[in-house]
């Protein structure tokens, strides 16, 4: 019988999603929970498993087509009349159940799980190839081949990697084992057989004689990316927030050589290694420590109902800056954490964020946000605040600078802070306290042991 598989709601309302790129193709046989497909929401990608067991019979979209919450996606041929279960499982699985909209079915054993065989096959007609080179995973369609292979365990950067080197990650597998395949692995193994990385790969140091612009293969003057997903709708939420709120952003220059020696006692306590505690933690802390006292600046403007929403909890949103474009997820209730849960928090986020997994839940909401641009090497800017939000804090890099300290002229470790703020809900006088409160804990950590 054929049995039909439609497009799910991923969650958070969103109406449609993007294919990025199928696993499986049209005759390939899959088992229950197998992925089938990556599909990118306006938030995140997400990885669709199979609620069936059977054959691929039709593939009613290609990859770069946008796809309806339930519009037909996939039809499979299965086992069974019309009466039967839509996937029959063994005895010993019989509670099992298809899960349409999520994470599969429940485990069947408690040991590690087992990697998908991993079928190359025909490749479709058509490949939208600027897809599947922003896509999370290196499945790539090829020639039909008879053998089956297990998927080489790597991450989304490291596949990213290794296909823009060329380099097939079953090769690496054979060399390495089965653990999970590294760049350190990647990078390896193209010095071994001699694979260079493209040009565009190269950081020059000069920037007036070593520069030369990259340049398409073909000779093109121009490249035409196609705004899909997270891009897309990060660029309508920037137009939306900064047309609605008007933006005002201030800024401040503080002295954190206090904080960088905190940071340098606690990285020399060997009870904390486990943990890799940075400025932004502290800067975390800092924030949620402030807005007790600034409330405006953790409330929303509910147009439809005339109101002012104060939020009593934090709901911290971390900008990262990811392949797919920029992201803001959120550590939940990050004003109950302490500063090395903080910390952990921060680097799990990022973490995923690079990976590609955030998943939609993680990015809905929040109440205020920090957005790192020193990592850049950048000492200021005027970041545009995230739709809901009154305010958002860009942490510039540390730099040592002459600096006035205790009526002489000392190297100091010095920060740049911007915050923008929605002038309809915060004014000038509450933007600046609130920023004085956050470089005052930075100045003098010990400070926070007066704040409740």
Same mark, same amino acid.
């Given at each position: ?265 606690? $990285?020399?306590? $060997? ?152 002038? $309809? ?26 704040? $409740?």
């Amino acid at each position: 019988m054929i049995a039909e598989f439609r497009l799910p709601d991923l969650g958070e309302g969103l109406a449609e999603a993007e294919v990025v790129q199928w696993l499986v193709a049209p005759g390939d046989p899959v088992a229950l929970n197998q992925t089938l497909a990556e599909v990118e929401t306006a938030k995140a990608v997400v990885e669709l498993p199979s609620p069936y067991e059977g054959t691929v019979a039709t593939l009613h979209a290609e990859a770069g087509e946008t796809v309806a919450v339930g519009a037909a996606l996939i039809d499979f041929e299965v086992v069974g009349d019309e009466e039967s279960a839509p996937a029959p499982v063994p005895e010993s699985t019989e509670k099992t159940q298809p899960n349409l909209v999520g994470y599969g079915a429940a485990p069947t054993s408690t040991g590690r799980p087992a990697r998908r065989a991993r079928r190359t096959g025909a490749a479709p007609a058509v490949v939208d190839t600027s897809v599947l080179e922003a896509a999370p995973h290196d499945a790539t369609p090829s020639a039909a081949v008879d053998s089956v292979v297990e998927r080489p365990r790597s991450t989304p950067p490291v596949r990213a990697h290794a296909k823009r080197l060329g380099i097939d990650l079953v090769l690496v597998a054979a060399e390495v084992g089965d653990r999970l395949i590294t760049r350190a692995d990647i990078d390896g193994y193209a010095e071994r057989v001699g694979v260079r990385g493209p040009a565009s790969s190269v950081v020059h140091t000069d920037p007036v004689s070593s520069f030369t612009p990259a340049v398409p293969g073909d000779g093109a003057r121009e490249t035409r990316i196609p705004i899909r997903g997270v891009r897309k709708h990060t660029a309508a939420a920037m137009v939306q927030s900064a047309f609605t709120a008007p933006h005002v952003t201030v800024f401040h220059t503080v002295d954190v050589t206090a904080t960088m020696d905190l940071l340098a006692g606690l $990285r020399a306590d $060997r009870s904390l290694d486990a943990h890799r505690i940075g400025p932004l933690a502290v800067v975390a802390k800092a924030v949620c420590l402030a807005l007790g006292r600034t409330p405006g600046l953790n409330s929303r403007w509910d147009e439809a109902a005339g109101e002012i929403v104060q939020h009593h909890y934090v709901d911290l949103g971390i900008a990262a800056a990811t392949d797919r474009g920029l992201i803001v997820p959120m550590i939940r209730d990050a004003e109950r954490l302490t500063l090395i849960e903080l910390a952990d928090a921060v680097r799990t986020l990022a973490e995923v964020a690079r990976s590609g997994k955030t998943s939609p839940a993680e990015l809905a909401g929040g109440t205020f946000s920090i957005s790192n641009i020193g990592v850049f090497g950048v000492d200021a800017g005027t970041p545009i605040l995230p739709p809901g939000q009154s305010g958002i804090l860009a942490v510039g890099a540390v730099r040592r600078q002459p600096w006035e300290f205790r009526g002489e002229i000392a190297l100091r470790q010095m920060m740049t802070l911007s915050l923008s703020f929605d002038h $309809r809900l915060v004014d000038g006088a509450e933007g600046a306290r609130f920023l004085k409160d956050v470089a005052d804990l930075l100045e003098e950590p010990g400070r926070a042991m007066l704040l $409740r």
